[in-house]
């Protein structure tokens, strides 16, 4: 106590400072008085003889402004918080909120929010407020909001969190506002047509033989096989956008033609991750929420670093695509005019494009592949990892799926199959829609009102609302699913009872996702060759999935399992 008020009693030189200080410790001060006075006497002339110096008298102003700054701030988010919940008072408000803070001592990271999410839909209400610190969210699971929220036209925003990834992702498909989205998807919708997608079963293929080649150096052992799946989505990724992934590193680094699954890029996947991490860190953080206070802190100066990586790679891809693929795409533009439709695949279609009378600019391009490659890569291998999980845990469900590759392909085990095969696969999809029921890749997703909505009866949504859908409580709502613990295919057999908008592993409506048809053939190309070639049987100590959200769900310890060899008779 005696250093803080020697401290104050410097600072309390200045005219200014001396409002600051009295504010903070008019308590503290009053206990010793006397004493504290003589002290204080004789400290100020020794202070005034030797430190009146402009610079103190500076630094005291600036604490004064500091001050006064954070106290008017906190008063203004204080004033919006309150005026959003007056308007939502027709939503119950999760409780045991403390000031300034709110619920967020409860949330403090990707693996606790998903518990304290589900307590709160199953405790609270399907549709209930939260205060994560001075901000007010809805969080939803209830059927008639969800439908209202994910097929309106009007919230097309998604919520400020998304812009933790700007830096990265810039104003690609993604995170970008409603009026560039419209332009974007337009222009992109193109690149995903059923015709475009048959072309890359032969990347889904090349890729997985690569992925069966190495799980079998595994056979009969206790593996992670997250990383292995990780590797082959990144290769498989790079398909759409024409451009091998060894073709990246050679330009990149390695000097050498090697395939992301026999060299694995630990910088690009670490990267990825821990951009994932950071973004849900800064979600909860007072200092990583503002712009200017989160450069104060180590996750910036290691997204920084990150983002090179990051960036390196794309730029790679874009120049190396430039360098032999853009006449072939001009080629193709010039059969579109003789009237041959002839659609161009995703890097293509950008490298030719115009937004609003002219070509995308080489950071457009590069937003938009740095989009796809994030987007595209981590969502599917989460699903297809988390799908052979499920396998392993229910061997009947994994025979079925097995028999139906059997009575698909006959005798002889193919080396290659085709478009059509996998459409055929029927029952694999049914595990993978089960699989995506229980592990969505995306378990939570945001929405942000640019205006004040009018849901129903009156009832309103403030302008500058974020609007979390906790898809995961959804798909585990007995409501909607009977038995939702229960892993069962059968489910999505028939059509019957069908609520699309409380199964949303893509989300649903215009802002759904773009690639989810694409990541179909990518799953069932990738799941019926591991399942052709391996019976997937657990390790001797069964690690259950510990579950966190970071951006993608994430298991923390792993996707632990043991490969052995089939034999196709
Ligand atoms: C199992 C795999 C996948 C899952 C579960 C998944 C899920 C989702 C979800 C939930 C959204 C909405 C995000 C939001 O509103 O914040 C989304 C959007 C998006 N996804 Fe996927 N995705 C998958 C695979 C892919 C693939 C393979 C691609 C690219 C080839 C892709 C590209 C995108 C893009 C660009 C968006 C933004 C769409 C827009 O805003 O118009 N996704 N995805």
């Given at each position: 106590m005696h250093d803080i008020a020697t401290w104050l009693i410097k600072i309390n030189n200045f005219p200014l400072s001396g409002v600051f200080v009295v504010s903070t410790t008019v308590v503290p001060l009053r206990v010793s008085e006397s004493r504290f006075a003589i002290r204080c006497r004789r400290r100020r002339a020794e202070t005034t003889r030797v430190d009146a110096s402009p610079s103190r008298l500076a630094m005291a102003l600036f604490l004064a402004l500091v001050a006064t700054f954070l106290a008017g701030w906190l008063c203004y988010q204080w004033y919006c918080m309150w005026t959003v919940r007056r308007k939502l008072a027709w939503m119950p408000e999760v409780p045991g909120g403390v000031p300034i803070l709110g619920n967020i001592l409860d949330v403090g990271n990707g693996r606790d929010?998903?518990?304290?999410?589900?307590?709160?839909?199953?405790?609270?209400?399907?549709l209930c407020t939260i205060q994560l610190l001075?901000?007010?969210?809805?969080?939803?699971?209830?059927?008639?909001?969800l439908e209202f929220v994910l097929s309106s036209t009007k919230i097309l925003d998604k919520g400020n969190e998304y812009q933790h990834l700007h830096d990265w992702l810039g104003s690609g498909l993604l995170i970008t506002t409603a009026t560039k989205w419209r332009k974007s998807r337009k222009m992109l919708t193109p690149a995903f047509h059923f015709s475009i997608l048959e072309q890359f079963t032969d990347v889904f293929e090349k890729n997985g033989k690569i992925l069966v080649e190495k799980l079998e150096e595994t056979c009969d052992k206790e593996i992670d096989v997250h990383p292995y799946i990780t590797w082959c989505a990144l290769d498989i990724i790079c398909g759409p956008l024409q451009v091998p992934y060894y073709e990246i590193f050679l330009e990149s680094s390695m000097g050498v033609p090697i395939?992301?699954?026999?060299?694995?890029?630990?910088?690009?996947?670490?990267?990825?991750?821990?951009?994932?991490?950071?973004?849900?860190?800064?979600?909860?953080?007072?200092?990583?929420?503002?712009?200017?206070?989160y450069k104060l802190t180590s996750n910036y100066r290691k997204e920084k670093k990150h983002l090179n990586v990051l960036h390196s790679r794309t730029k790679s891809v874009i120049q190396s695509r430039k360098k032999e693929g853009l006449?072939?795409?001009?080629?193709?533009?010039?059969?579109?005019?003789?009237?041959?439709?002839?659609?161009?695949?995703?890097?293509?279609?950008?490298?030719?494009?115009?937004?609003?009378?002219?070509?995308l600019t080489d950071?457009?391009?590069?937003?938009?592949?740095?989009?796809?490659?994030?987007?595209?890569?981590?969502?599917?291998?989460?699903?297809i990892s988390f799908c052979l999980y499920c396998l392993m845990r229910n061997p009947e469900a994994q025979a079925k799926a097995f028999e139906e590759q059997k009575t698909l392909f006959g005798g002889t085990l193919p080396d290659t199959v085709t478009h059509r095969d996998l459409q055929e696969m029927k029952y694999l999809e049914c595990v993978l829609k089960e699989t995506l029921?229980?592990?969505?890749?995306?378990?939570?997703?945001?929405?942000?009102?640019?205006?004040?909505?009018?849901?129903?009866?009156?009832?309103?949504?403030?302008?500058?609302?974020?609007?979390?859908?906790?898809?995961?409580?959804?798909?585990?709502?007995?409501?909607?699913?009977?038995?939702?613990?229960?892993?069962?295919?059968?489910?999505?057999?028939?059509?019957?009872?069908?609520?699309?908008?409380?199964?949303?592993?893509?989300?649903?409506?215009?802002?759904?996702?773009?690639g989810q048809k694409f990541a179909m053939l990518e799953m069932k190309?990738?799941?019926?060759?591991?399942?052709?070639?391996?019976?997937?049987?657990?390790?001797?100590?069964?690690?259950?999935p510990d579950l966190a959200a970071q951006a993608v769900l994430a298991s923390l310890n792993g996707i632990h399992l043991v490969l052995k060899k089939r034999t196709w008779t």
């Open positions: 929010m998903l518990k304290a999410f589900t307590r709160y839909v199953n405790t609270v209400g399907e001075y901000e007010k969210y809805i969080l939803a699971t209830d059927y008639d909001f395939q992301a699954q026999d060299n694995t890029d630990p910088e690009y996947v670490f990267a990825v991750k821990d951009m994932c991490r950071i973004l849900i860190e800064r979600m909860f953080s007072l200092l990583g929420r503002g712009q200017w206070t006449n072939q795409a001009k080629a193709a533009i010039e059969d579109e005019d003789i009237g041959s439709k002839k659609k161009l695949a995703f890097l293509d279609s950008l490298l030719v494009a115009n937004i609003d009378g002219r070509p950071d457009e391009i590069r937003e938009e592949v740095d989009t796809f490659m994030f987007a595209g890569h981590d969502t599917t291998a989460t699903a029921r229980i592990y969505p890749s995306v378990p939570i997703i945001a929405r942000r009102t640019d205006s004040e909505i009018v849901y129903k009866d009156g009832k309103v949504i403030p302008k500058d609302t974020t609007i979390m859908i906790y898809i995961l409580g959804a798909h585990m709502n007995p409501k909607y699913f009977k038995d939702p613990e229960k892993f069962d295919p059968s489910r999505f057999e028939t059509n019957e009872g069908n609520k699309p908008f409380a199964y949303t592993p893509f989300s649903a409506g215009p802002r759904n996702c773009i190309s990738t799941v019926s060759r591991v399942l052709r070639h391996f019976e997937i049987l657990p390790p001797k100590e069964p690690k259950v």
